[in-house]
T-cell receptor, first 112, second 114 residues
Framework: AQSVTQLGSHVSVSEGALVLLRCNYSSSVPPYLFWYVQYPNQGLQLLLKYTTGATLVKGINGFEAEFKKSETSFHLTKPSAHMSDAAEYFCAVSLVVYDMRFGAGTRLTVKP | SQTIHQWPATLVQPVGSPLSLECTVEGTSNPNLYWYRQAAGRGLQLLFYSVGIGQISSEVPQNLSASRPQDRQFILSSKKLLLSDSGFYLC?????????????FGNGTRLTVT
């Protein structure tokens, strides 16, 4: 069955530091992968998605993610963290119509 | 542009009481509609999805039901709430039936059953 695993339920970085949020997927065929961000008491907002083609995907707010089939990974990065990046981030995989599966989430804290 | 509205934002209900959460989408026709429940540290759990009026698919046996009386309206209901029904409920829509279509979420309803 398809699933995603997010490594680290909490990540803390200093403002200006690199952000790296890890996501690994399990699937027998190349999946469609997504990253979402959730601010407190709000719904999820799409950051970026990988479907086919270029393996480095650029999203909103300066985030990007690289699809690595050999590592079954889709890690999210941002070169320089801002205070406004503090939120919860979810990796998701879609292999079957109407069935997007989400990871447990990673809460990002940005220290001044 | 498309928008999604969910209400109420917060709700406190006693055990055994009924529930009705409503979600509407504007700016698109025949969307796919979804109800998810979010529990702390457990990600999102798909509860129901609908591909058209009156068409509901249940993913998890629940004390909950869903209905789609109109094209852009999706309702989550319960006849008798349980303590375990507490959580953050999210409505979402997608534009077509391709599984590479992202979901667009409402702002959620935080339900506390006491």
């Amino acid at each position: 069955a398809q699933s995603v695993t997010q490594l680290g339920s909490h990540v803390s970085v200093s403002e200006g530091a690199l952000v790296l949020l890890r996501c690994n997927y399990s699937s027998s065929v190349p999946p469609y992968l997504f990253w979402y961000v959730q601010y407190p008491n709000q719904g999820l907002q799409l950051l970026l998605k990988y479907t086919t083609g270029a393996t480095l995907v650029k999203g909103i707010n300066g985030f990007e993610a690289e699809f690595k089939k050999s590592e079954t990974s889709f890690h999210l990065t941002k070169p320089s963290a801002h205070m406004s990046d503090a939120a919860e981030y979810f990796c998701a995989v879609s292999l079957v119509v109407y069935d997007m599966r989400f990871g447990a989430g990673t809460r990002l804290t940005v220290k001044p | 542009s498309q928008t999604i509205h969910q209400w109420p934002a917060t709700l406190v209900q006693p055990v055994g009481s009924p529930l009705s959460l409503e979600c509407t989408v504007e700016g698109t026709s025949n969307p796919n509609l979804y109800w998810y429940r979010q529990a702390a540290g457990r990600g999102l759990q798909l509860l129901f999805y609908s591909v058209g009026i009156g068409q509901i698919s249940s993913e998890v046996p629940q004390n909950l039901s869903a209905s789609r009386p109109q094209d852009r309206q999706f309702i989550l209901s319960s006849k008798k709430l349980l303590l375990s029904d507490s959580g953050f409920y999210l409505c979402a829509w997608s534009v077509d039936s391709n599984y590479n279509s992202p979901l667009h979420f409402g702002n959620g309803t935080r339900l506390t059953v006491t």
